[in-house]
């Protein structure tokens, strides 16, 4: 029996997906609001619970051989990126768990001190290297699901609003690659016990993906590209409304200011480990909008 937390999200309904393809037993961690018919209609067993509630990670974690820890922050990453991890690993100990799967984020070993999700995720990593489990750490530059909005609403205006400096490089992954990934974690000799940068095939720049959705949908794409500072700006106005507010823009402001992507090594070794050759930005996105 597979747990898999964060089941609703983008990353999780695809490992689901997945595992229920190859006839794993899976338990769908959820919560009540979350939209899981799809992971009902699969064949997974829903579990309706709070990742916040110690007790309701008790009884999931339950007979079950392995953990996958997908879930975000949903705004509170002290108490979902950490604490709700560390009561997950603490209980695949009691409970034999066999290999635990923790998505985490590229650069969470870089020490931002003003970005709480990579503080948690690499708290939670050290906790996880220690704790005597089989493990596999997984650290996406970026998820190519995660611009699927944007493309829907470029289709529609032609506009990308682009924060920040055009050539930082990033290597988007394929959010289907990640989930095979995460998968196979748990059989492939090479992943046990490692921490695995994760991107696509490509260094892009990120003034390449109005390009690319430019070239997708035959438009010239107009880019507003408004600097840094206005972020530094907003935080600061929310820091007198809403203090956590104003935390989570730091792990946002993070994301924007810096680069987040594999070296060409890095992914030639993904490649090896896993068996696959990994999909591009631009042939995932042409999948999923049909085009």
């Not at 008790?58 to 392995?66: D, E, I, N, T």
């Not at 699901?145 to 682009?162: I, K, M, Q």
């Not at 988007?172 to 690659?177: E, K, N, R």
């Amino acid at each position: 029996m597979f747990l898999v937390t964060g089941a609703s999200g983008g990353i999780g309904r695809r490992v689901v997906r997945i595992l229920r393809d190859r006839e794993r037993s899976v338990r769908a961690f959820v919560r009540l609001t979350s939209h899981y018919g799809e992971l009902e209609h699969r064949g997974a067993e829903i579990f309706i619970g709070d990742l916040e509630q110690q007790k309701d990670i008790h009884k999931a974690c339950q007979g079950v051989q392995y953990i996958i820890s997908t879930h975000g922050s949903d705004g509170n990453p002290l108490a979902l990126d950490y604490r709700a991890n560390i009561e997950l690993i603490d209980q695949a100990k009691v409970n034999g768990v066999q290999h635990f799967v923790l998505i985490s984020v590229l650069g969470a070993e870089r020490g931002y001190e003003d970005a709480p999700v990579f503080k948690a995720k690499r708290a939670v990593e050290r906790y996880l290297e220690s704790s005597g489990l089989n493990y596999t750490i997984l650290r996406p530059a970026g998820l190519a699901s995660n611009l699927l909005p944007l493309a829907e609403r470029f289709r529609e205006t032609g506009v990308y609003l682009l924060i920040g400096d055009p050539k930082n490089r990033t290597s988007i992954v394929s959010t289907d690659d990640l989930a095979r990934m995460v998968v196979d974690s748990v059989t492939v000799a090479g992943a046990r016990n490692q921490i695995l940068p994760v991107g696509g095939p490509e260094i892009l720049l990120r003034e390449d993906i109005p390009r690319i959705f430019g070239r997708i949908f035959n438009k010239e794409p107009i880019i507003i590209n408004p600097p840094l500072f206005m972020i530094d700006g907003l935080r600061s106005v929310l820091g007198f409304i809403n203090p956590q507010v104003q935390k989570n823009l730091g792990t946002f402001r993070t994301l924007l200011a810096n680069e987040f992507f594999c070296t060409t090594e890095e992914i030639a070794n993904l490649e090896a480990i896993f068996g696959f050759e990994l999909e591009t930005l631009e042939h995932f996105l042409r999948r999923y909008l049909a085009v």
